[in-house]
């Protein structure tokens, strides 16, 4: 049996039009399919047949605005080379930026929980009362927010 290696690529997903403080309505399926048209737009029928195998959204935040995007060792360099190149995500205008490139989901969730404790220290000065707070705080340590019929949809 042979195991197969698979990439952790966390992104985070900016967009001039929307505020910070507003989440941005993202659907995983969406930056899924943005992606690997991204890829077949630069590398062809060839890097859109490396990736597809074991490419999957395992996690989009729409508060934090980060997602997490898995692929395998090897092809993932098809992935990561594209995520730059990504203007505009169904109707909006985005820049993404990569984060972290991980070996293990669990690597990649330490690093966004690192980076999310970050977020809340900076938005929680602009926010006023402790109910807003602690609605913040539960929308951005929310690590739920996965798309499961994509995944399923693409695992066989």
């Known amino acids: 049996m042979v195991r197969f290696k698979n990439r952790y690529i966390t992104v985070e997903i900016t967009s001039p039009l929307i505020p910070e403080n507003k989440p941005l309505a993202l659907k995983s399926k969406i930056f899924h399919d943005t992606v690997i048209d991204k890829i077949q737009q630069l590398h062809g029928d060839f890097g859109v047949a490396a990736v597809r195998t074991g490419f999957l959204t395992k996690y ?68 006023k009362t402790d109910e807003e707070r602690k609605n913040l705080e539960a929308a951005v340590m929310d690590f739920t927010k996965t798309d499961v019929a994509i995944n399923i949809e693409n695992i066989s």
Not at 81 to 103: C, E, M, N, Q, Y
Not at 106 to 117: A, E, N, P, Y
């Open 60 to 127: 989009c935040n729409e508060n934090t605005r980060i997602a997490i995007l898995r692929s395998r060792h090897g092809p993932h360099k098809f992935v990561s080379s594209s995520l730059p190149f990504i203007t505009k995500i169904g109707k909006l205008d985005v820049s993404l930026r990569t984060l972290h490139v991980g070996a293990t989901l669990k690597h990649s969730f330490k690093f966004i929980l690192k980076h999310q404790r970050a977020y809340l220290d900076s938005m929680w000065s602009k926010l």
